[in-house]
């Protein structure tokens, strides 16, 4: 995955941006929107893009279009490069190899351990009852 190639497909739209900024914040647009078509990058083959619309199909809109947003900061290039980041940590950990999960065996000192003190709690419930005379 080359950086570049991947941030010249990204398409990027300034909005107004709720919040902070005063008298500003009316009259200009620091909020920033990325838009990235996964469908039609070419950046990726079919098998990874396959694995981004498993990973991301949360984020995903149904044309396959995939939006951040970031107005964390009152200016417009830094939110630009706060969602850049955003994005390709995204991509990143979406195309990052799961690891198979090893099952292990409960070791017999824990079994036994559990069944000590479910033996012990049982005994004290028992001496909580009335004893039954006959």
């Known amino acids: 995955m080359e950086k570049e190639q991947l941030i010249s ?6 909005v107004r941006s709720s919040g902070s900024g005063g008298q500003n914040v009316n ?18 083959t079919e098998e990874e893009k396959t ?3 498993k990973s991301l199909s949360k984020k995903l809109n149904k044309d396959c279009i995939l939006i951040l947003q970031s107005s964390k900061t009152r200016s417009q290039f830094k939110n630009k490069q706060l969602v850049i980041v955003k994005f390709l940590d ?3 950990e979406g195309l990052k190899e799961q690891k198979k999960r090893i099952p ?3 070791p017999k000192s824990v079994k036994r351990k559990r069944l000590k003190a479910k033996k012990q709690k049982a005994e004290i419930k028992a001496n909580r009852k009335k004893p039954d005379v006959e």
Request: no cysteine; charged share 35%; glycine share 0%.
């Open 90 to 92: 995204l991509i990143e």
């Open 27 to 44: 009259k200009v647009a620091t909020k920033v929107e990325l838009y990235f078509d996964l469908e039609n990058s070419q950046s990726f």
């Open 9 to 14: 497909e990204l398409s990027f739209k300034a």
């Open 104 to 106: 292990t065996k409960t």
């Open 51 to 53: 694995k981004l619309k």
